[in-house]
Every structure is written in C-alpha cells, then in structure tokens.
C-alpha cells in the first residue's frame, strides 16, 4: 500500500571558525517553524579535478579518488557553502556595502528596483518568495557594477486582518505577533544575501510611517476626495469587520469560512472615480504587460451610452409618478428591451413590489444580501431572480413590460436597474428562456438571419421592429451605430433620457472595522455630528492600548472599547468629541511606500522634493500578477492625487512592473482504488462509483511519453499534479532547508534557471542539484580540488598566462549573452550562457587570471557569495559590489572561420573549417588530413583545384582514379 512521503530529518550544520578579520557573531535563531516543510535527503557530492568532457559529469576514477568533501561536521558538499555564505553576509552587513546614501552624487544615473510590499505571516517563506526577490537583487546588482545609483530597499506591509486575528486566538498583541513575524522574515531574506539597505528598512505599523499615511487621508478630505456615505457592504458578523469582495467565497469568508452578509453601514469613501479618466489615459505611456493593462481598463470599464427613464405602472394599468433609470450602452435595443431587472437592494424596490409578490421578493433579497459582488456576477453561475408583480412602461413602442428582481444586477453599479434585451444580450438570453420571457430581435447580422431564440445576437448589424407611430420614433433599416445616436437625440428631445458616460470602477470603501489599522484622523462633535479633521500638527494619531481586539458584537469597531481614547476635545471649538473608530484598510499603507523609501527618516515632510525628483519613478517593480489590479490601481490613485497637491513631479509611480511566475511544489504522483481496494487505472475512473486516492513515492513511478505508471505494473496509469505550494497542501519547501544543504547561491541559482521567469513552474530536486553541481565546477576551477582532508588552498590554481583569441572570444560571447539576458530578465539563459563557458574552461590547458576574473564579475550578481569569495582569493581587498561589470567588445564576437565546402570532381564529400582569410595550400592542406576526406585522395592524382576563399574548394582528380573513387 503506497503512503505519503514522510519528510526527512532536517541536516544541521555547524559554522567552523573564520579569520579574525571575519568574526561572525552567532545568527539569531529562527522563530520555529509553522506548518509541514520539506527536507532534502543528503546530497552526495564528488570534488574532482578539471574534467575533460563537457557535460561536467565526473569519470569514475575521479569519483574513486575525490569521494567527498566533509567539514567539520562530517557533511559532505561540493564546496565550502556553508563557511563562505556567513562570511560574505556578515562582511556586507559590517560595512553596510549596499547602503545608499541619503546625499548621493545625481550626476549619475540612477536605478530604483523594488519588491511588492510583502506581508509577513507567521509561516514565514517558502521557495515560491525569494523568486521575485532574487530577479530584482541581480539586477540590483547589475546596476551597481555598471555605474548606477541603486535604490533597492525592503520593508512590510505590516497591518490587517490576519495579525489580529492571530492575536485574537492566542492572546498576544498584535504588535508583538507583527514584530515576531518581520524578524523571521528579515532573517530569512539575509541568509540569501539579497543586497537591500537595510538602514531605508520600514513597516506600515510605525507611528513614524503612519503618521505620513494620515496626512494623506487628510489631503484628500481637504480635496473633497474622501467623505462618508452609507453603503451595502459584505459584513462578516463573526470577524467583526467588513470584508473586500475578494475576501468573500461562495458566501463565507474566506479567512474561516464565516457567513458573511450584505449590510448598509457607515463607510469612508475615497472618490477614485474622480481621477478614472486619468487612470485610463496615462496607461499608454508605462511599461507594463499589456494583460496588467488590460485588466485595469477593463476594472475601470468606460463605456459611452445613454441613461432612459422607464415609468413605473400602478395596479390599473396607469404610468406613476415613479421612473427607473437605466444606463445602457446599446440605446439601439431601446425597442427590444422586453424586460427590466432591478437590483435586489434597488432603493425603489419595496415602492414598486406588488403586495401579491412582497414576501417572495423580500426572501430572495435576503438571500441575495448574502454573495459577495463577485458571486453574483460570475458569468458561468446559473442566473437567479423573481418577478415583482409590476410592470413599467417602454417609452420608445409604450408597450407594459415587466419588472423583475435578480442578483446578477448589482445596485453598485450604473443605476441598479437595466433594461433588458434578451436577443441582443447573453445574461439576458439565458434569463429570458429560464422565465418564459418574450424575445424580440431588433439588430440583424449584415450577412442574413438570425435565430434570436437559440442564442443572443451581440454584434452590430441593421434595425429591424424598431419603429412607433405612437412615440415617433423610426429607426429601422438604420446602421446600429447610427440608430444609436437617434435614440439619444430622441430621448433627450423627450425629456426621457440623456446622454451618459459610465464606469464599473466604483469609489473605494476606505474603512475596517478592525484594531489593528492606521486610525482615521477625524473626530465627530457630540450633538451635531459634524466631521472635524485632526490638525497635521498632531499627526500622528496612534492607536491605544486594548487587551481585546475580539468583535463587539454589536458592529461597532474593537477601538469603540477603548471609551478613554474614544472621549476627546475638539482644539478649536473646546467642544466634546468622538474620535474615528473605524481604521484604514491594509491597503492604505502600501499605497505610497515607494516614495517613503526615498527618504524613511524625514520628520518633516513625506518626502524630499529634490530626492523624490531624482528617484521617481520606480524604474521596475516586481511581483505577483494578484496585484494587477488593486494594489497597482490604488497606488496610481493616490500618487495622482500627490501630484496635484505638488508632493511628487510624475504622473506615474512605476515605470515598468514585471509580474513573475508561481513556483508550484513538486509533482505529487496519485494512484486510484476502487471500493474493494484494487488499483485501477486513472483513465478508467470517470466510469466508477466510489474511488480513493493515495500518493506514490517518486520511486515507483515510471514514464512513457507523457504518462506516468506504475513501474511494478505499467497497465496502472497515474495522474502527476503540481500545486501552489500550501501548508494545507503539505507541499511547502522552506528555503532554510535548501540553504542548508545546498547554499543560498545554489537556491538562488536554480529558481532562475528553473525556466522563464515569467511562467510558472514546478519546483525539482533534482533540479537544484543540477546548478549546485555548475557551482562546484566554478570552485574546483579556480580553486582546485581539495586535499583528501576535504580542505582546500585559501588561494587559487595557477592563473598565469596571457589569454588566447579563442580565449577571448568565448569569455566575451559569454559576458555578451549574460549582459543582454539580465537587462531582458530572461535568466535562465543567461545562466545557461555561463555553464557553456564553464564547460569550455575545463578544456583550455591554462586559465588567464584576466579571463577568470571578468566571469567571477559576470557570475556575481547571480551567486553573490562564492563570487566575492573568488574575487577574494584573486587577490583584491575589497567587494567586488562596485567593480565595473564586464563589457563585451565587439571585436571578438565576429567569427573568424567559416565552414568550406569540399567537392571531389564537383560533388561535395565533405567540409572543413577554416580561417576567412585561409589560403588555397591550407584548404587543401586541412581537407587532405580529413578522415572522412583523404580516403577519396589517398593514392589518386589531382590534376586540378579550384579555390574560392570562403567559398568553396573544388579538387579535380583522374578520371579514371576518380571511378575507383566513386566505387
């Protein structure tokens, strides 16, 4: 019976003393560790001398005569990883080598590099986090060598739901969970030698950060940005707190799985739809992956159309005085709307809803009240909705239409109520036939007809059963673009409608009901209500301090308990007050940090002019495509607005965003029983009742094709699956691990060689074994092989020599190759580029230590620590962080020998490669020595050769030596 694979005991490995010159103070313990984690059975590694074939596998001598390399603690590894890794990482951070100074020389340029704000949670990294982090620290790296002022600094987005929610269930303060939980992350991101400045370092939960997020909030209540409104939002009763749609699943939460409900609640709003036309206009000028692009003007959604007023009809069949407006982009289907929708949470809804229907309707409501935005608007869920039991009147042909109820409305957007075109929209169509509702086809295709009742026509065409004599309004035959423009005239000559642009993209609900957030700055005057704004000079307002930050229960926010903070006086008037006890959502700080990092100690002023001037905009910003939308949107919106008020001089934040892949965990292999236990094969499982599954150990699978089976009997087909990794999922691969037997550089190494960085991929270890193996070659090069002791020569192998052209011009297509695929962020190849001049290194029968040292500087941004290790043992006393990065001359990327045809009495038998300027004797003389040439020469007589240098050699022999030679 196959079982799950239980995860090996984690290596420890001691650190053996270093020179005094680098002391190592003892790292501080990692927090433990929450959740399953994957360990590495132990790597054998072989140390061998320079291997003469090109794949870098050792011959078995070698391996007989260099078993292994064994530190102090008997582990055996391809290299000293674990003495150079420490060494490096407490000499940078002794010298602060990757500090940017706060006065820096702006004559030069300058790169600006950052990371998507992380949020530190208590499972601390997987393998999936540093793939990002690793792309923007080379080229961080790059940019330092190549004479760039580098910005490249790392904080946390430190507020929200699931600190506090930690604190909740344990007891401890959420301040004290958020500190833990930074630690862990700060100490895992420096074992892998990212280059940040740590001295730019902040968190969204310091009063001196926060303090800057506050006079935000104030700027745009002074600008008539923010304000309150009443408003349906998704309240989760046992959280305590409204929850963003994206927070919602199938009606619960998705943080517990709570009921969630629909509520109207006092809310902040920011007017984000002030600034839709500018958030639309200024995607044309970034450089960003048009599908990021897309999805934000697709959020944004501007259409053009029009809004028509339908009157509502009472009991006897007469127009009242309610109208329901609509907003449509297709005014041309005016005559073929047969029905309306309203939105369950329509304001006129209960004036509307005939007595016969009221308890119908006030039950689907109530059900309705309980999706999330995002469930009632998934196109593939099966439409819902009641008939109200009233109808309105169609002003374009005056015929009585009904008016129906239906979740796939929403009252957040356009009006909350459309008019419905069941032949010329899909929802719509597959409404009406659910509810026998009449179809009326009004737009015809150009090519001919159209059968409206077996699926929606959305296209434009020609109007047909578009004309009144009651209201007068003709449009048949019309072009629908055309007849679109002439409903518009009609209705605003009518007095029943207008012309209308219109967006989805709704204001933003700017308020929790939580603890753990930045507290408004506002505070409401007791009797009248009214809206006083705390003074800038008091910022920043901090939150008190609350043994519970569990629900009231009641709605009101945890901050409502804390009734000495909430209590206060209002400066100018003296009057008493209530503060705020709403807080920002998460969302607020990660709006603006970019500009922080520019200048995080400023006291005075969000940031400098004159820095953020030089720094702006990010020049590339990294990270997951889940942000595309939200966080990028957010961010351009308040950096819009910064602009208007003059703190920032573009009109952009991010010059160019980069969304990496996910790393999935490894492939797990699942077998199917059927209910008496037997295996069955996974094409056979669709047609069987009750089936289990359990995992096969790597071992007993094997391949064909694309198919996995059991190698013990290969009829029983597998099905391989990779997921995300997840503690739920078990698949979780922690990167202390990985360094610990591997090395930071090798884990770094292999999640850019894994393959574009861009797409997904599944995480193999085997594969890291593959690039620890390239670093090890890279060791015993310049290094050499170690003694049988394990230990190896604190310098390195002879390096004397002057380089050769072909020595030259295969560092330099190297240093090419590499230079072009990190500015592309296509790294793998450039890697790829570096284990084929490794490979070509190995055969060179001297190394020239200027050849050597230009790839030690072309490795470095990629594996940091070996590469400052091996510049070190070249003889320099300083990092190599600011050595002029290689530059490729062109010179010795043209190719100097051509491949020469070789004819024997004009039929070709071969080639030879040689010189360009190769002359007709070293032709002749080069094809003679040719194995697969001479047996047509050897013993015959060459009456004639024809030479042309480049081109061809044609060598004419007897012709009856030349029969023997064609037999």
């Not at 580029?833 to 990629?862: C, G, H, T």
Request: contains cysteine; charged residues 25%; aromatic residues 10%.
């Amino acid at each position: 019976m196959f079982t799950q694979i239980q995860p090996a005991a984690r290596i420890h490995s001691a650190i053996p003393p270093f020179p005094a010159s680098y002391s190592l103070r003892r790292r501080q313990p990692l927090l433990h560790r929450r959740g399953p984690r994957f360990s590495f059975s132990r790597l054998r590694i072989l140390n061998c001398s320079k291997l003469a074939n090109e794949s870098g596998s050792p011959s078995s001598s070698e391996i007989s005569e260099h078993q292994s390399v064994s530190g102090d603690d008997g582990v055996r590894r391809a290299y000293p990883f674990h003495e150079i890794e420490p060494k490096w990482q407490h000499y940078w951070e002794e010298k602060k080598t990757f500090r940017t100074p706060d006065e820096i020389d702006t004559s030069k340029p300058k790169f600006y590099v950052l990371d998507m704000f992380p949020y530190p949670s208590g499972a601390g990294l997987h393998v999936g986090h540093p793939l990002g982090y690793t792309a923007t620290d080379i080229l961080a790296r790059l940019k330092r060598m190549q004479g760039f002022n580098v910005l490249h600094p790392m904080g946390w987005d430190a507020f929200g739901l699931p600190a506090e929610q930690y604190a909740i269930e344990t007891g401890t303060h959420p301040n004290i969970t958020t500190f833990r939980n930074i630690d862990r992350f700060r100490s895992q991101l420096k074992l892998l030698g990212f280059s940040y400045d740590w001295d730019r370092e902040i968190s969204t939960t310091e009063p001196d950060y926060y303090k800057w997020t506050q006079w935000i909030f104030l700027q745009l209540l002074k600008r008539g940005l923010a304000y309150q409104a009443e408003v349906p939002v998704n309240w989760c009763p046992a959280l305590g707190t409204v929850l963003a749609n994206e927070e919602v699943v199938d009606g619960v939460s998705e943080r517990g799985g709570h009921p969630v409900v629909r509520k109207p609640m006092r809310q902040w709003m920011l007017k984000i739809t002030a600034y839709a036309d500018r958030l639309l206009e200024d995607l044309d000028g970034i450089d960003w992956p048009e599908s990021v692009k897309e999805m934000q003007r697709n959020w944004i959604g501007r259409s053009e159309g029009a809004e028509l007023q339908f009157s509502a009809m009472d009991s006897d069949g007469l127009e009242s005085d309610v109208k329901i407006t609509v907003y449509t982009t297709r005014p041309d289907t005016i005559f073929g709307a047969t029905y309306l929708v309203l939105a369950p949470e329509h304001v006129l809804l209960p004036a509307i809803i005939a007595d016969s229907q009221r308890e119908v309707v006030e039950e689907y409501t109530e059900l309705a009240s309980r999706k999330s935005d995002l469930e009632r608007t998934e196109l593939q869920k099966e439409k819902t909705g009641v008939f109200s039991g009233s109808y309105a009147r169609n002003p374009a042909n005056g015929l009585a239409i009904p008016i129906w109820v239906a979740d796939y409305v929403l009252g957040s957007y356009g009006t909350g109520a459309i008019m419905a075109v069941p032949a010329h929209d899909t929802r719509d169509h597959e409404f009406a036939l659910k509810y026998n509702i009449p179809v009326c086809g009004v737009v015809t295709p150009e090519n001919g007809s159209f059968s409206y009742l077996e699926k929606a026509y959305t296209g434009d065409g020609t109007m047909i059963n578009s004309s009144s004599p009651t209201s007068g309004l003709d449009i048949n035959g019309l072009p629908s673009k055309d007849a679109a423009s002439k409903v518009i005239e009609w209705v605003e000559k009518t007095g029943c409608g207008t012309k209308k642009v219109n967006y989805k993209l709704r204001d933003w609900l700017f308020a929790r009901q939580r603890y753990w957030g930045e507290p408004i700055p506002v505070i409401f005057l007791d009797g009248t209500g009214e809206c006083v704004p705390v003074s800038e000079a008091e910022l920043p307002l901090t939150l008190p301090e609350l043994d519970d930050f569990s629900p009231t229960g009641t709605g009101e926010p945890p901050l409502a308990k804390a009734l000495s903070w909430v209590q206060t006086i209002d400066p100018i008037s003296g009057k008493s007050a209530q503060r705020e006890t709403n807080t920002m959502p998460q969302w607020a700080g990660s709006c603006w940090y970019y500009l922080r990092f520019m200048d995080p100690r400023n006291p005075n002023a969000l940031v400098d002019k004159e820095k953020e001037k030089y720094w702006s905009p990010v020049d590339v910003y990294v990270g997951g495509a889940e942000h595309a939308v939200l966080h990028l949107l957010y961010a351009r919106f308040w950096h819009k607005v910064l602009y208007d008020v003059g703190v920032v001089s573009t009109k952009e934040p991010f010059q160019c965003v980069i969304n990496q892949g996910i790393i999935l965990g490894e492939v797990q292999y699942i077998a199917f029983r059927d209910s008496d236990g037997n295996l069955v094969s996974a094409d056979s499982v669709d047609d069987m009742g009750d089936i289990s599954q359990e995992i096969v150990p790597e071992g007993k699978v094997t391949k064909s094709g694309d198919c996995f089976m059991l190698k013990d009997n290969p009829d029983i087909r597998l099905i391989g699956r990779a997921h995300k990794m997840s503690k739920s999922r078990g698949n979780v691969v922690n990167p202390d691990d990985v360094v610990s037997q591997y090395g930071a550089d090798s884990l770094r190494l292999y999640e850019m060689f894994m393959g574009p960085f861009r797409d997904s991929k599944t995480w193999s270890t085997s594969g890291i074994d593959g690039v620890h193996r390239f670093l090890a070659r890279v060791w015993r090069l310049v290094v050499g092989s170690p003694s049988f002791d394990g230990k190896y020569n604190v310098g390195t192998v002879d390096l004397d020599g002057e380089p050769s052209l072909e020595q030259l011009r295969c560092l330099h297509r190297c240093i090419s190759k590499v230079t072009e695929e990190v500015e592309g962020t296509r790294f793998n190849t450039g890697i790829s580029a570096m284990m084929e001049f490794i490979n070509a290194a190995y055969k060179w029968d001297q190394l020239p230590r200027p050849v050597i040292e230009q790839f030690v500087l072309l490795l470095s941004p990629y594996a940091p620590h070996m590469s400052e290790e091996l510049w070190s043992r070249l003889g320099h006393s300083t990092s190599l962080a600011y050595e002029p990065y290689p530059k490729v001359n062109p010179e010795y990327l043209k190719e100097s020998t051509v491949v020469l045809p070789v004819q024997i009495n004009g039929k070709t038998r071969g080639t030879v490669q040689v010189e360009k300027q190769c002359t007709e004797e070293d032709a002749f003389g080069l094809a003679s020595s040719d194995p697969k040439l001479s047996k047509f020469l050897d013993g015959k007589t060459i009456k004639k050769r024809i030479f042309v240098p480049g081109k061809i050699l044609n060598i004419i022999i007897d012709a009856q030596n030349a029969k023997v030679a064609q037999r």
